[in-house]
T-cell receptor, first 116, second 113 residues
Framework: EPEVTQTPSHQVTQMGQEVILRCVPI?????FYWYRQILGQKVEFLVS????????KSEIFDDQFSVERPDGSNFTLKIRSTKLEDSAMYFC??????????????FGPGTRLTVL | GQQLNQSPQSMFIQEGEDVSMNCTSS?????WLWYKQDPGEGPVLLIA?????ELTSNGRLTAQFGITRKDSFLNISASIPSDVGIYFC?????????????FGQGTELSVKP
């Protein structure tokens, strides 16, 4: 069964450093998402991406964040200068549609980001 | 911001018991999704609901899309130890075209063998 994959599973970085989190969405999906989950809290939307551009972003997704689909399979989230409060699980998700009856989103296993 | 409220926050039940949890909002949703999350892993989609009043089953799980489009419930029958985890409801607001999901805060289920 196709699934979303993410690498690395755990990333430890120093405050101020840049990190890139990688995702391979399900191959025939067209919509891609990043969410984050701070320990013990609910999952929060960061950004959605369709047709090579951002569809929507949350207030969390400030100028320090960017997303890219560098080739036909990968979808990346870059944090330019990490802060302590960026420590969280980051989940990539993908769906075939963006709304209506076809936006079942499938999540990857997550990358745990720890900022020291 | 928009919120989904899940209740109860946690449940402790005996193996074999049935479980019911729900999710409510002050806003209308056009889709309800129920996910299960195990510790340290990503949410796994259990059931998707698309029409008001729709009742959908997936094995021992049954979920319903409320008539008002502002609530949904999830039932688990004859619980087993592997049902342990956090159950999240989620959905896109009816006017949202980008697919952004709003998540509830979760219901944590513990099952005693």
């Amino acid at each position: 069964e196709p699934e979303v994959t993410q690498t690395p599973s755990h990333q430890v970085t120093q405050m101020g450093q840049e990190v890139i989190l990688r995702c391979v969405p399900i191959s025939n999906h067209l919509y891609f998402y990043w969410y984050r989950q701070i320990l013990g809290q609910k999952v929060e939307f960061l950004v959605s991406f369709y047709n090579n551009e951002i569809s929507e972003k949350s207030e969390i997704f400030d100028d320090q964040f960017s997303v890219e689909r560098p080739d036909g399979s990968n979808f990346t989230l870059k944090i330019r200068s990490t802060k302590l409060e960026d420590s969280a699980m980051y989940f990539c998700a993908s769906s075939h549609g963006g709304s209506g009856g076809d936006n079942e989103q499938f999540f990857g296993p997550g990358t745990r980001l720890t900022v020291l | 911001g928009q919120q989904l409220n899940q209740s109860p926050q946690s449940m402790f039940i005996q193996e074999g018991e049935d479980v019911s949890m729900n999710c409510t909002s002050s806003s209308i949703f056009n889709t309800w999704l129920w996910y299960k999350q195990d510790p340290g892993e990503g949410p796994v989609l259990l059931i998707a609901l698309y029409k008001a009043g729709e009742l959908t089953s997936n094995g021992r799980l049954t979920a319903q899309f409320g008539i008002t489009r502002k609530d949904s419930f999830l039932n688990i029958s004859a619980s087993i130890p592997s049902d342990v985890g956090i159950y999240f409801c989620a959905g896109p607001l009816f006017y949202n075209q980008g697919g952004k999901l709003i998540f509830g805060q979760g219901t944590e289920l513990s099952v005693k063998p």
